[in-house]
């Protein structure tokens, strides 16, 4: 037998896409989805209208930063946080994951650690993986609101490996939002150790009550040391475009990225001309958004209010909520719903809160619940999970 790679040996299944396979067998039981962030908004009619009048002659290869009038349009959008920004700062990945791996690639020699503010989202295993890093997790609560680590606690995390800190804004699982206070602490940190950071924002339009703060925003002497992704996919409803962006003023990184994108050719060109569109709507476009996952997210905490025995935060931005419930094993409670658990032929799919953590043990009673659906649906699927918890032979 061929030998694998260590890598390979290590590398994570996602507890999500595992409890799918399951779901796919039971054909005839309607399930409520609230373990993926796959929204069921419509995708915005001139991003589909760019994708249908893309009708060349010959489908080419485009390059490697992507063409230069995505490279344009998503610098002229980010130049909302930061005005001096141009096409040379932004680099067209194929999703904001593939920019998340070409960052951590460019930044990280094997061995080396990322640290990542936990619970956070599964698929940085996966890329820390592929680049050869191994992932710390810094402890994020949901007593004090997921708030960022003290400065002492973030010094005492940074070890001889340490080659940068990633974290999600608004943070997928938890729903904090982080603001200038906080992005400013992180400035000063990685100026002080020399690192770089992550600025995850793949969900900066999607806030309740304030804003999240761009790491696009700080002052430019600070922006060396930041790396912001963003992506398609949440913001205009358009995960399967797969187009996502890298973005940083740190000019030897970004020499780095566009050899890494020479490696794997060039982002497909119709998700390009179909984000440009995307790129041009107006704000009046981010507010209906925003007032979209307002009022999911708001049906959800609602349902989640009226279950007894549940700790449900009120999630301040993206639309996920980790919920702490009175189970043995939220893994095992996942399970038992798809398998077992069914009301008038429906059931519901939560993501059990493990696979959100990288300490072992961690999240044993959490899930994470995500405002993907209509508010009709997510207020049933609340129904669901009291009647679900009211029979599941594992409560505690
Ligand atoms: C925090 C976060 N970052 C990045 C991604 C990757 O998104 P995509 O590759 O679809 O742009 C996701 C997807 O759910 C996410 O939740």
Same mark, same amino acid.
């Given at each position: 037998?061929?030998?694998?790679?260590?890598?390979?040996?290590?590398?994570?299944?996602?507890?999500?896409?595992?409890?799918?396979?399951? @779901?796919?067998?039971?054909?005839?039981?309607?399930?409520?989805?609230?373990?993926?962030?796959?929204?069921?908004?419509? /995708? %915005?009619?001139?991003?589909? $209208?760019?994708?249908?009048?893309?009708?060349?002659? !010959?489908?080419?290869?485009?390059?490697?930063?992507?063409?230069?009038?995505?490279?344009?349009?998503?610098?002229?959008?980010? #130049?909302?946080?930061?005005?001096?920004?141009?096409?040379?700062?932004?680099?067209?990945?194929?999703?904001? =994951?593939?920019?998340?791996?070409?960052?951590?690639?460019?930044?990280?020699?094997?061995?080396?650690?990322?640290? @990542?503010?936990?619970?956070?989202?599964?698929?940085?295993?996966?890329?820390?993986?592929?680049?050869? #890093?191994?992932?710390?997790?810094?402890? /994020?609560?949901?007593?004090?609101?997921?708030?960022?680590?003290?400065?002492? $606690?973030?010094?005492?995390?940074?070890?001889?490996? /340490?080659?940068?800190?990633?974290?999600?804004?608004?943070?997928?699982?938890?729903?904090?939002?982080?603001? &200038?206070?906080?992005?400013?602490?992180?400035?000063?940190?990685? &100026?002080?150790?020399?690192?770089? @950071?992550? =600025?995850?924002?793949?969900?900066?339009?999607?806030?309740?009550?304030?804003? %999240?703060?761009?790491?696009?925003?700080?002052?430019?002497?600070?922006?060396?040391?930041?790396?912001?992704?963003?992506?398609?996919?949440?913001?205009?409803?358009?995960?399967?475009?797969?187009?996502?962006?890298?973005?940083?003023?740190?000019?030897?990184?970004?020499?780095?990225?566009?050899?890494?994108?020479?490696?794997?050719?060039?982002?497909?060109?119709?998700?390009?001309?179909?984000? !440009?569109?995307?790129?041009?709507?107006?704000?009046?476009?981010?507010? $209906?958004?925003?007032?979209?996952?307002?009022?999911?997210?708001?049906?959800?905490?609602?349902?989640?209010?009226?279950?007894?025995?549940?700790?449900?935060?009120?999630?301040?931005?993206?639309?996920?909520?980790? !919920?702490?419930?009175? @189970?043995?094993?939220?893994?095992?409670?996942?399970?038992?719903?798809?398998?077992?658990?069914?009301?008038?032929?429906? =059931?519901? !799919?939560?993501?059990?809160?493990?696979?959100?953590?990288? /300490?072992?043990?961690?999240?044993?009673?959490?899930?994470?619940?995500?405002?993907?659906?209509?508010?009709?649906?997510?207020?049933? #699927?609340?129904?669901?999970?009291?009647?679900?918890?009211? &029979?599941?032979?594992?409560?505690?």
């Amino acid at each position: 037998m061929p030998r694998l790679s260590d890598r390979a040996q290590v590398l994570q299944e996602s507890a999500i896409r595992k409890l799918d396979l399951t @779901v796919a067998t039971f054909p005839r039981v309607t399930f409520h989805r609230l373990n993926i962030g796959q929204p069921d908004v419509a /995708t %915005p009619i001139p991003v589909l $209208e760019a994708l249908a009048s893309y009708q060349p002659d !010959v489908i080419a290869y485009g390059p490697a930063s992507g063409l230069p009038v995505c490279r344009e349009a998503a610098a002229a959008y980010h #130049a909302r946080w930061n005005p001096g920004l141009t096409a040379a700062h932004v680099a067209v990945t194929t999703g904001g =994951s593939e920019a998340l791996l070409f960052a951590f690639t460019a930044l990280c020699d094997p061995g080396d650690e990322i640290l @990542v503010l936990e619970p956070y989202y599964t698929n940085y295993n996966g890329f820390a993986t592929v680049a050869g #890093a191994t992932v710390k997790p810094l402890r /994020t609560n949901l007593d004090d609101g997921f708030a960022l680590p003290s400065d002492e $606690e973030l010094d005492a995390a940074v070890g001889p490996r /340490t080659r940068l800190l990633v974290f999600s804004n608004p943070a997928n699982p938890t729903g904090a939002v982080y603001d &200038q206070a906080d992005l400013e602490r992180l400035a000063a940190w990685a &100026q002080r150790h020399d690192l770089t @950071v992550i =600025s995850d924002e793949v969900y900066r339009r999607i806030w309740f009550d304030e804003p %999240p703060f761009s790491a696009l925003e700080l002052p430019e002497e600070v922006q060396d040391h930041f790396v912001v992704i963003d992506s398609m996919s949440k913001t205009y409803s358009s995960c399967g475009l797969r187009i996502g962006f890298l973005i940083s003023k740190n000019e030897a990184l970004m020499e780095k990225v566009e050899r890494l994108g020479q490696a794997r050719l060039g982002p497909q060109p119709a998700g390009q001309l179909a984000a !440009v569109a995307g790129l041009q709507l107006g704000e009046a476009y981010y507010e $209906e958004v925003r007032l979209t996952y307002k009022a999911r997210v708001d049906a959800l905490v609602d349902a989640l209010g009226q279950i007894p025995g549940l700790n449900a935060p009120s999630p301040s931005g993206a639309f996920y909520a980790m !919920v702490q419930l009175p @189970v043995d094993s939220s893994e095992k409670f996942a399970r038992w719903m798809v398998e077992e658990f069914r009301d008038s032929g429906e =059931s519901l !799919v939560v993501a059990p809160g493990p696979g959100f953590y990288g /300490t072992a043990g961690a999240g044993a009673q959490e899930i994470r619940l995500a405002a993907v659906l209509g508010e009709y649906r997510i207020r049933r #699927a609340g129904q669901l999970l009291e009647r679900a918890l009211e &029979q599941y032979p594992g409560r505690s």
